[in-house]
């Protein structure tokens, strides 16, 4: 079954660490993994997209990296903000018909 | 906003009631997308529309009903709604559906509430 699972569900950090999200799947075959930022009432706003090639991308203070032998992204924020206050949704887009696959995303608060 | 835009922001309605969600896109995009955001669930996609035709239902109710009159806007009428319907639900366009970089762009969502 195509999946995508995301962890920590929630995680708490103070304003200036930095954090590491996760996101495992299962999804095959495997076209792109995207992180999405969604802040609270708003709609998914695209971080970054990865193919199959590439093992990291990075979008400001953001970067992610691919490892697509163990079908593991992650999410690395640095020196964080009030503003990365949000829901980090992981999608995979891929299987049998060609269909995104979302994760139920990380919940992260930062603390001043 | 001027990439893509959903209007109303909140709804709430009885069950009875009869309203519809509308969404415009400023892209120049060819498709467009109605997804259903509830609470600690992962978004579910309910219609893809392409040039303005329907190309994916994914089992939604019938109390569900697209309209799509033209590439910039979709409609999402709802009548006869169930509390189990209270979401957020997101509009997103697309370049065209189903390429496999097809980035994705969202609405700010509507807030539903079924009462």
């Known amino acids: 079954k195509n999946q995508v699972e995301q962890s920590p569900q929630s995680l708490i950090i103070l304003e200036g660490k930095n954090c590491t999200l996760q996101?495992?799947?299962?999804?095959?075959?495997?076209?792109?993994l995207r992180w999405y930022k969604q802040d609270t009432g708003r709609g998914p706003v695209s971080l970054t997209i990865?193919?199959?090639?590439?093992n990291t991308k990075s979008n400001g203070r953001y970067t992610a990296t691919l490892d697509a032998d163990t079908k593991q992204s992650s999410l690395h924020i640095t020196a964080s903000q009030l503003s990365d206050s949000a829901s980090y949704i992981c999608?995979?887009?891929?299987?049998?018909?060609?269909?995104?696959?979302f994760g139920k995303g990380t919940k992260l608060s930062v603390k001043p | 906003e001027t990439g893509v835009t959903q209007t109303p922001r909140h709804l709430v309605m009885g069950m009875t009631n009869k309203k519809s969600l509308k969404c415009e896109q400023h892209?120049?995009?060819?498709?467009m997308y109605w997804y259903k955001q509830s609470a600690k669930k992962p978004l579910e996609l309910m219609f893809v529309?392409?040039?303005?035709?329907?190309?994916e239902n994914n089992s939604v109710p019938s109390r569900f009903s697209p309209e799509c009159p033209n590439s910039s806007h979709l409609f999402l009428h709802l009548h006869t709604l169930q509390p189990e319907d209270s979401a957020l639900y997101l509009c997103?366009?697309?370049?065209?559906?189903?390429?496999?970089?097809?980035?994705?762009?969202f609405g700010p969502g509507t807030r539903l509430t079924v009462l």
């Open positions: 997103a366009s697309s370049q065209a559906s189903g390429a496999t970089y097809n980035e994705q762009f």
């Open positions: 996101c495992n799947y299962t999804v095959s075959p495997f076209s792109n």
């Open positions: 990865m193919t199959f090639s590439e």
């Open positions: 999608v995979v887009f891929g299987g049998s018909q060609g269909n995104l696959i």
């Open positions: 892209l120049g995009h060819n498709a």
């Open positions: 529309y392409s040039l303005e035709e329907r190309v």
